[in-house]
C-alpha cells in the first residue's frame, strides 16, 4: 500500500497511486495498462470525494470514492516512520470508449472547472468535475488525450513537473508540509547541514564563543572537584582518625570557600561574554534574516503575511542566538562533565558504575523517540504563533476599518480563534512534554535507588568506605542535572532547528525577478517604452495581460483605460519589474527590461500609484526617499509642483513634521501630494501615475493636473485613471479589456469609433453632470 500522498507528475503520466492497485486488480486491469492517471477532488455531481482519471488503449475511465488512512498492522505505538497505510474505498466506477470521443477540454468556471469531451453526436459531455487545485493537472491530461488520439502515444513532458497541488507534499517521502508555505520536511532536511551553514555567520564569535565554553569547563572541573572534597576527602582523610589530615577541617573550610568563589569569578565572567556578544550577534542574525527577506520579489511577499515574516525576523534571531552561545557550549560541557565523573565512579567503584549506567540505552532511544514526536509539535506551535501574529496584525493595521463597519467584536473572536489554536498547539507540546521527560526521569532515578542500595550493603559489608559512598552519589546527582538538560534540550533543539532551516529557506530562495548577471547600462534614456505582445498571469491558466503590444515615443503622453481588474496597473507593474511578463518583451529604449541594470531601470522610472505608502519619519525625509542626496530647495520645488507645498507650511513643523505610525496623520488627498513630490524629486525620464488624483478633491486635481502637464513635457508619461476626462489631451489611449487592447487612437479617433471608449466615456460624462459637475 502506498504510504505516502500521490501527486500528478507530467514527467511521467501513467503513475497510479498505491490505493488504487487493489481496484484495478479486482477489475482485471493490470497496472501496465494504465497511460494516464490525474486525480480531482470532485465527482461528476459537484460533491467533494476522491477522484481519478485514468486512460488506457481504449478506454477512459472515472472513479470515485474516499481515501482513508490507517494504522498498518505490522507497526506499534513506537514505531516513528510509515506507520499510516492509505485505503480507497471505491463508489462509482465509469468507463467511456476513447474512440468516441474527442476535442478534450478544460471549461473554466469561477472557483472550478469541467473537463469535458465531444462525442460521436457531436454534444459535449461532462467527463469530470474539478477545483481550480487541479486545473493544471487537467490541461496537461487534455494535451496527452490528444496526443494519443493523433500519434497514438504519449510524449511525457520532462520539464513540466508535478502539479500545483503536490507542493504540498515533499518531493523526496510524499509527507504533507506541516508548513505549506515553508515546504519543508522534518524528515528529509539535513540537520548537521543546515547547522554548519548557519554556523558562518556566527565565526567572527568563534572566539568569545570558546571563552564562553572555557568559562563553563572551568566552573564544571570545579564542580566536580566540590563533591570529592565536601564528602569522600572530608569524611575518610578529615574525620577519620586514620586518615591523612585528620582533624584539619579548616583547611577543608578553607578549600571550599576557594573553590566557591573561583567558580562565582568564572561565572561572573561567563556572564560578562555573555553580555558582550548577546547584543551583536543577535543584530546580525537579524540583519542577515532581514537582507534575505528583503531581496526576494513581490510575489514572495503577496504570499505571505506580514505578522509571520514579523515574528521570523524578530524570534528566529534569539532562537538561534540561543543555539550557538547556550545550547551548544553548555551540551559540550555537560558530555565533558559527565565523562570525567563516570571516569571518577569507575576508579571508585566499577560494579556501582555499571549499575548506574544500565538506564542508558534506554534513555538515549526514549530521546531520540522524543526528538522527533516534539519536533512536529514545535513546528505546528509555531505556524499557529505566526497565523496569529499575522492577523493580529492585519487587524490594528486595518483598525480604521474595523471601527467604520464596527466589526470590534467579530475581530476579537477572529483573534481569539487564532489565539486558542496556538494555545492548542503549546499546550499539546507542553503536556507532550510535562508526560514524557518526567518518565524518562524517573527511569535515571530508579537507577539512583538501585546503585544506593546495593552501596549501602558494601559499607555494611565493608567493601568501601561511607565516604567513597557518599561521593558516588553526589556524582550520580550530579549526573542527573546535565542528563535533565540533554531531555529538556530536545525542545529548545528542535526550536533551533526550525528557526535554522527557515534561515536556510529564505537565503536559497530564488527572487522570480532577479537582476541580469550581466545587465546592461543606459548612458542617457530617452524613454521610449514598448510592449511586443505581452503576456501575464498572477494564477496559472488565469490570464490577466493576454498578448498586449503598443509603444510610447519619447515625451509622449498615453493613457490607459478599462474597468476596474482589466489589468492597468499590472502594466506599470511589469514595466518597473515588480513583476516579469511569463511572454512577450517589454522595452525600454530597444533594451529589454529584463537585460537593464536595477538602478538604470528604477532611476528613470518613477511610478505615483493609487495605493501611497509614507514612512514613519519627516515629511522632508520622505520626499526625499527617492533622491536621499537632494537638497531642501529641491524637495520644496517638488512639494510646489505637487501642490502639497502650502498645506506643508501649515503643519506644526513644517517639512519637519513626523508623520507616520504614532504621529501626525495626512488626509488621503495630502498622502497622494506627499507621494507624487517624491516621484517629481526623482526626475524620471518615464512617469506613471497610477490613478494619482483619485485621492483628491475636483479643484485639487485640476491644480496637480496643470502641474503634471508642466512636468510631462519632455519626458514619457504613461496615465492610469477612472475618470476619462483627465485622458482627453493624451497623445494617445489604449483601451485594456479582458487583458487585451480591443482598441488604441487618440480621444477623437475612439470617440468617432463607438466602442468600449465611447461607451465609457458617454457614461462618465452624464453620471458626472448628474451630480452637477461639468467638464
Given amino acids: 500500500m502506498a504510504e505516502t500522498q500521490w501527486y500528478f507528475d507530467a514527467s511521467s503520466p501513467g503513475k497510479v497511486p498505491g490505493e488504487l492497485l487493489p481496484v484495478l486488480e479486482e477489475k482485471g486491469i493490470p497496472e501496465e495498462h494504465i497511460l494516464l492517471c490525474v486525480k480531482s477532488d470532485l465527482n461528476r455531481e459537484m460533491v467533494r470525494s476522491d477522484c481519478w482519471v485514468m486512460a488506457t488503449d481504449e478506454d477512459l475511465i472515472v472513479l470515485s470514492g474516499s481515501v482513508t488512512l490507517t494504522r498498518r498492522p505490522d507497526t506499534t505505538i513506537f514505531t516513528t516512520k510509515n506507520r499510516l497505510e492509505r485505503k480507497f474505498e471505491l463508489l462509482t466506477w465509469d468507463v467511456f470508449e476513447r474512440k468516441n470521443l474527442s476535442d478534450f477540454k478544460v471549461e473554466e468556471q469561477i472557483a472550478s472547472a469541467r473537463f469535458t469531451a465531444k462525442n460521436t453526436d457531436g454534444d459535449w459531455l461532462l467527463i469530470a468535475n474539478l477545483s481550480n487545485t487541479y486545473k493544471s493537472d487537467f490541461f496537461a491530461l487534455a494535451r496527452f488525450l490528444g496526443q494519443l488520439a493523433s500519434d497514438g502515444k504519449i510524449t511525457p513532458d520532462e520539464h513540466a513537473g508535478h502539479g500545483a497541488h503536490s507542493e504540498m507534499f515533499c518531493p523526496k517521502c510524499g509527507s504533507r508540509y506541516i508548513d505549506e508555505e515553508r515546504k519543508i520536511c522534518p524528515k528529509c532536511m539535513d540537520k548537521s547541514r543546515i547547522i554548519s551553514r548557519t554556523a558562518q555567520f556566527v565565526l567572527k564569535y568563534k572566539l568569545q564563543i570558546?571563552?564562553?565554553?572555557?568559562?563553563?569547563?572551568?566552573?564544571s572541573a570545579l564542580g566536580v572537584l566540590s563533591p570529592y572534597i565536601s564528602s569522600g576527602f572530608f569524611y575518610d582523610q578529615v574525620l577519620e582518625k586514620t586518615g591523612r589530615f585528620y582533624g584539619r577541617v579548616l583547611m577543608v573550610l578553607l578549600i571550599i570557600i576557594g573553590t566557591r568563589l573561583l567558580n562565582t569569578v568564572f561565572n561572573m565572567l561567563h556572564s560578562l561574554v555573555t553580555t558582550t556578544i548577546a547584543a551583536n550577534m543577535i543584530y546580525d542574525l537579524k540583519k542577515v534574516i532581514f537582507s534575505s527577506i528583503e531581496r526576494l520579489s513581490l510575489s514572495f511577499f503577496t504570499n505571505r503575511q506580514t505578522g509571520g515574516l514579523m515574528t521570523q525576523v524578530t524570534r528566529d534571531a534569539n532562537t538561534i542566538y540561543w543555539f550557538f552561545c547556550d545550547g551548544v557550549p553548555y551540551y559540550l560541557v555537560n558530555i565533558v562533565q559527565i565523562a570525567v565523573m563516570l571516569v571518577i565512579m569507575l576508579i571508585m567503584n566499577p560494579v556501582l558504575t555499571a549499575l548506574s549506567v544500565l538506564t542508558v540505552p534506554l534513555l538515549f532511544f526514549s530521546m531520540r523517540f522524543l526528538f522527533g514526536r516534539m519536533d512536529k509539535h514545535h513546528i505546528k506551535r509555531w505556524t499557529r504563533s505566526r497565523q496569529m501574529n499575522a492577523i493580529l496584525s492585519d487587524i490594528l493595521t486595518g483598525m480604521r476599518v474595523v471601527k467604520a463597519f464596527s466589526k470590534e467584536k467579530a475581530e476579537t473572536v477572529r483573534f481569539d480563534r487564532s489565539s486558542r489554536a496556538l494555545a492548542e498547539a503549546e499546550t499539546d507540546a507542553s503536556t507532550f512534554g510535562t508526560v514524557a521527560f518526567p518518565t524518562v526521569?524517573?527511569?535515571?532515578?530508579?537507577?539512583?535507588?538501585?546503585?544506593?542500595?546495593?552501596?549501602?550493603?558494601m559499607v555494611i559489608q565493608g567493601k568501601m568506605t561511607y565516604g567513597i559512598l557518599l561521593t558516588f552519589t553526589a556524582y550520580m546527582n550530579m549526573i542527573l542535572s546535565p542528563l535533565n538538560s540533554f531531555v529538556n534540550m530536545v525542545y529548545e533543539f528542535t526550536d533551533s532547528l526550525n528557526a535554522m532551516s527557515r534561515l536556510c529557506e529564505i537565503m536559497d530562495a530564488k527572487p522570480d525577478v532577479a537582476e541580469s548577471e550581466n545587465p546592461v547600462h543606459?548612458?542617457?534614456c530617452r524613454g521610449k517604452v514598448e510592449f511586443r505582445n505581452v503576456d501575464f498571469s498572477y494564477e496559472?491558466?488565469?490570464?490577466?495581460?493576454?498578448?498586449?503590444t503598443f509603444s510610447v515615443e519619447p515625451g509622449e503622453a498615453l493613457g490607459i483605460v478599462g474597468h476596474t481588474g482589466a489589468g492597468k496597473s499590472t502594466l506599470a507593474n511589469l514595466l518597473i519589474r515588480l513583476y516579469d511578463a511569463e511572454a512577450g518583451q517589454i522595452l525600454i529604449d530597444g533594451v529589454n527590461v529584463r537585460d537593464l541594470a536595477y538602478d538604470d531601470l528604477r532611476n528613470n522610472v518613477a511610478i505615483v500609484s493609487q495605493e501611497t505608502y509614507l514612512f514613519m519619519g519627516t515629511i522632508l525625509d520622505n520626499i526625499r526617499y527617492a533622491r536621499p542626496e537632494a537638497s531642501e530647495e529641491e524637495v520644496i520645488e517638488a512639494a510646489k509642483i505637487a501642490g502639497a507645498h502650502d498645506f506643508i507650511i501649515q503643519l506644526p513643523d513644517a517639512y519637519s513634521t513626523m508623520i507616520g505610525f504614532g504621529h501626525k496623520d495626512l488626509s488621503g488627498g495630502e498622502r497622494q501630494r506627499v507621494s507624487i513630490a517624491r516621484a517629481i524629486l526623482r526626475n524620471p525620464k518615464i512617469l506613471i501615475l497610477d490613478e494619482a488624483t483619485a485621492a483628491m478633491d475636483t479643484e485639487t486635481e485640476r491644480k496637480i493636473q496643470t502641474a503634471l502637464e508642466r512636468l510631462s513635457v519632455g519626458r514619457t508619461t504613461i496615465s492610469i485613471a477612472h475618470r476619462l476626462s483627465t485622458l482627453r489631451d493624451a497623445d494617445k489611449l489604449i483601451v485594456i479589456e479582458n487583458g487585451k487592447v480591443p482598441e488604441?487612437?487618440?480621444?477623437?479617433?475612439?470617440?468617432?469609433?463607438?466602442?468600449?471608449y465611447y461607451n465609457l466615456y458617454r457614461l462618465q460624462m452624464e453620471a458626472m453632470k448628474n451630480i452637477g459637475i461639468e467638464e
Fill in 210 to 219: 570558546f571563552l564562553l565554553i572555557l568559562m563553563l569547563l572551568l566552573t
Fill in 522 to 524: 543606459l548612458e542617457e
Fill in 540 to 548: 496559472k491558466n488565469r490570464k490577466v495581460i493576454d498578448g498586449v
Fill in 744 to 756: 488604441a487612437g487618440t480621444h477623437q479617433e475612439l470617440i468617432a469609433q463607438k466602442g468600449i
Fill in 441 to 457: 526521569n524517573l527511569l535515571v532515578y530508579i537507577s539512583n535507588l538501585v546503585v544506593l542500595g546495593v552501596g549501602g550493603w
